[in-house]
Every structure is written in structure tokens, then in C-alpha cells.
């Protein structure tokens, strides 16, 4: 018989004890913020029907399939979904009457896509999506909102940190503002969705070679020339001028504004913002704000947090309209780039603060137990050792998951209803009465960073 490989497959990440602590801590800190902000948690299944799945086109090569339902069910093929806005699409349109509009909810799950893995990439990842969602109408100040919720996030994963992770910067734009601009130019539809693919890949690919391809596209010199005017635009002001100099409408402009305005009053830095009007990706979807996040030095990475406004969410599901705004963390992929970076660094393999040690289990087993109920029932998270192995051995368990306090006692400690408490981070050594167990060794644990 063949020997059976065990190693996981590509782009399905499997992280260690310490690695998936730390993962578990970074979701904790994106959940904490987006409650802050009043969203709602809500999960949806991994599996939906792929009729659902592909509604709005566009990756059906990506989509992992599992079969059909039964006849008797329907007999629908069923795929794993690929995103969480498709399933929050179909989530609204089928419970609309049962929500509470704005609907705010935030999503942090599992998704699954068929590509090549590669570093950064995986075909098994989380994301964690927020989205306000109206019925009708919903207002632009929502926009800001969703600016702030980013900023907030981030600068909270950069605070766990210890600031190793660079700060951030919110790129914006506004669909209304290039599609005014084409249609000043005169640029038809037709070929507007490859004039803004060209954009694009501006920063990677430089003006020059830019300005070429669109010209290649048919785009006249001075249009070339305007367009990178636009895209050049640090300001809003800047960009206002030179959109009524061809008369282009300003309404994307406007509400551009307003989206800035308001989230400089919510707390947002000016400084952690920047208006990004060459930013094009995902244009064919959005159809107003647009947010891409970049950490500072690390441009590289690419977009870490992204997403849009949207005029209508469910259209693919129901007549009703539901407008809304939202963006999504690609939480694997900046976990790994972290990790890999050493942003974020192991040092702890356990949850455990406290190791009982038994250093006389024949004689003294339930007093070991004793102390560790009393310092659980404290909710301090606490171990017991319970093999047969030297006290040094002991300690070396403890040392190498990360432990940062062992208790020992042997007959003279209990004798004297006392413990020897080990802070073995600094190495030291305390005799304590049991009755002082607890309070010593939260204050000690409060002394600690965090795991």
C-alpha cells in the first residue's frame, strides 16, 4: 500500500497553535471594530445553489461545484460561494421583510475560489465584509461612515502591533467623476470599459506606457492628455476645475465631497486619506464612492481593504431596489503577508497564563486540581500537568508554549497554605499564600503585552 500524502493542498492555509492564535486575535479585533460601528453579525451558508452564485457573471470558472440536490429538492447544482456580497444579495432579497433598513451588517467567513495559489493568494480564505444596505434610497453620509469603519479597523490591527504594521491610506474615487469625464471626451461606452482597465494598471505599468495604449484604443491626443491630467488630480478642488473646463457634470465631484467632509467629522485623519482618481477597479460594479486601502511601504501587497457604493444590491433576486455601500478586509491574505513579513511575530502557542506543575503528584494530585479550579473559577486560564516527568521538564513545557507563569508546591509550600509562583518571563520567583494566589496573579497578567 502506497503511502498516503499529508501534506495540505496548495492554497488551503494551515496554520500552527501560535500561528492560528494570532490569526483568531486579528479576527477578534475586526469583529470588536465593526460592532463599535453598530453592524450586525450575520452568517449565510458555504453552500448555495449556483443559479444564485452566477447570477451577476463573471467567475463561473472559479466556483467549486459539490452536485445536485435531489429531484424531489429541485435538483439544482450547488456550489461553495466565492464572495459574501452574492449570498448577501440573495440574504436581503429573501428576508427584506423581516430587516430593519439601513440594514448594517458585518460578515466575517470562509470562501472558496479555484485560482492558482501564490503568495498573498489562496483558494480557501476569509473575508470580512461589512455593508449599510437601504431600501430605496440611502444617504451618501453612509459613504463616510464606511471610511471611518476602515480607519478605525486598521488603526486597531496596527495598535496589536505595537506599530510594527506601517499606517494606512484610504484611497478615493467616485464612479460619477470618470464617467462624466468620458462623456465630456466623447468616449463611447464601448469603449470606455477598456479605457478604464488601461487606467488601472496605470501605477503599475506608468503613464507613458498608459498614454500609448490608449491611444492604441483610439483616444485622441487631447483626451489622452486630460485623462491623466484627472488622474494626476491630488485635490478636489483641482479636479473640479479641470472637469468644468470641459464641462463635464460635477455631480460624482459633489458627492465626492460631501463623502470627505463627512469623514473628516467622523475622526478620520486627513492625512490617512487620499483622492485616488485613477483608481478604476471594479468601476463596472460600483456606481459611486470607490475605496482602496494601501498600507505605507507596503504597495506592494496591493489593496488590503476594498469595496464601493452600489445602486441597486439584489437586482439579480427581486424587482425591489436596495442601495448600498460596503467594503471587505481580505483577512488571510493580510494575515500571511503580515506573518511573512514578521509584523506579526509567534511567541505564544497556547491560551494557557498558567501552568500547575506536579511536583509531587503521588502525594499532592488534588491539591494540584484545587488550584487550578480556584484560579479557572478567577478565569484565569490555567493548565495542569499531569504527566510523570521531572520538574525541569515540567518547566520546559511551559517555556516553549509561552506560558508566562508556572505554580509549584511541594509538601513545605502547602504545608503553609502557600505557592511558589514563577514569572517565567522575567525569571523570578515569589513565595504566596494561597489566599493572595489570585490577586498576585492578575496583577502579574496585567503587566504582560498581549499574547
Known amino acids: 500500500m502506497s503511502k498516503i500524502t499529508i501534506t495540505p493542498i496548495s492554497g488551503y492555509p494551515e496554520w500552527t497553535p501560535g500561528v492560528r492564535m494570532q490569526e483568531q486575535r486579528l479576527i477578534d479585533v475586526i469583529k470588536r471594530q465593526y460592532e463599535l460601528f453598530g453592524f450586525t453579525s450575520i452568517e449565510t451558508p458555504a453552500v448555495e445553489r449556483l443559479e444564485v452564485l452566477t447570477a451577476k457573471g463573471g467567475m463561473h470558472r472559479q466556483i467549486f461545484t459539490l452536485g445536485r440536490l435531489t429531484e424531489d429538492e429541485g435538483g439544482e447544482t450547488l456550489g461553495m460561494h466565492f464572495d459574501l456580497t452574492v449570498p448577501l444579495a440573495r440574504y436581503v432579497a429573501q428576508r427584506s421583510n423581516d430587516l430593519v433598513f439601513p440594514f448594517r451588517r458585518y460578515q466575517i467567513q470562509k470562501v472558496w475560489r479555484g485560482e492558482r495559489a501564490q503568495r498573498g493568494r489562496f483558494r480557501e480564505f476569509y473575508q470580512c465584509d461589512i455593508d449599510i444596505i437601504g431600501r430605496k434610497t440611502l444617504s451618501v453620509i453612509q459613504d463616510a461612515e464606511i471610511v471611518a469603519v476602515i480607519d478605525s479597523t486598521l488603526s486597531a490591527i496596527r495598535e496589536i502591533t505595537d506599530g510594527a504594521l506601517p499606517n494606512h491610506k484610504i484611497h478615493l474615487n467616485h464612479r460619477k467623476i470618470l464617467s462624466a469625464l468620458f462623456a465630456a471626451l466623447k468616449i463611447d461606452e464601448a469603449k470606455s470599459a477598456d479605457v478604464l482597465r488601461e487606467i488601472d494598471k496605470m501605477s503599475r505599468d506608468g503613464k507613458d506606457a498608459t498614454k500609448d495604449r490608449l491611444k492604441e484604443l483610439g483616444v485622441s491626443q487631447s483626451a489622452v492628455e486630460t485623462i491623466m491630467a484627472l488622474t494626476s488630480s491630488k485635490e478636489l478642488d483641482e479636479a473640479r476645475q479641470l472637469l468644468a473646463s470641459i464641462k463635464a457634470d ?22 490617512n486619506i487620499v483622492l485616488g482618481f485613477g483608481i478604476a477597479r471594479g468601476l463596472d460594479y460600483y456606481t459611486g464612492t470607490v475605496f482602496e486601502t494601501l498600507i505605507d511601504g507596503k504597495e506592494k501587497w496591493g489593496s488590503i481593504c476594498s469595496g464601493g457604493r452600489y445602486d441597486d444590491l439584489a437586482s439579480y433576486f427581486t424587482t425591489q431596489k436596495f442601495p448600498g455601500v460596503g467594503v471587505s478586509i481580505g483577512l488571510s491574505r493580510l494575515f500571511d503577508l503580515m506573518v511573512q513579513s514578521k509584523i506579526i511575530t509567534i511567541d505564544c502557542h497556547t491560551p494557557t497564563k498558567v501552568l500547575v506543575t506536579a511536583q509531587d503528584r503521588e502525594n499532592y494530585l488534588t491539591d494540584y486540581l484545587g ?31 509561552g506560558i508566562p507563569i508556572a505554580i509549584i508546591a511541594g509538601g513545605d509550600e502547602l504545608s503553609e497554605n502557600a505557592v511558589l509562583i514563577k514569572d517565567l518571563n522575567h525569571v523570578t520567583q515569589e513565595k504566596i499564600s494561597t489566599g493572595e494566589m489570585v490577586r498576585y496573579i492578575k496583577r502579574k497578567l496585567q503587566s504582560e503585552p498581549a499574547a
Open 250 to 271: 460635477d455631480e460624482g465631484i459633489n458627492e465626492m465631497s460631501q463623502v470627505l467632509e463627512n469623514a473628516l467629522q467622523l475622526g478620520v485623519p486627513r492625512s
Open 371 to 401: 488550584l487550578a479550579k480556584t484560579l479557572r473559577d478567577a478565569g484565569i486560564n490555567t493548565e495542569v500537568f499531569l504527566d510523570h516527568l521531572p520538574l525541569r521538564d515540567q518547566m520546559a513545557y511551559a517555556s516553549k508554549k
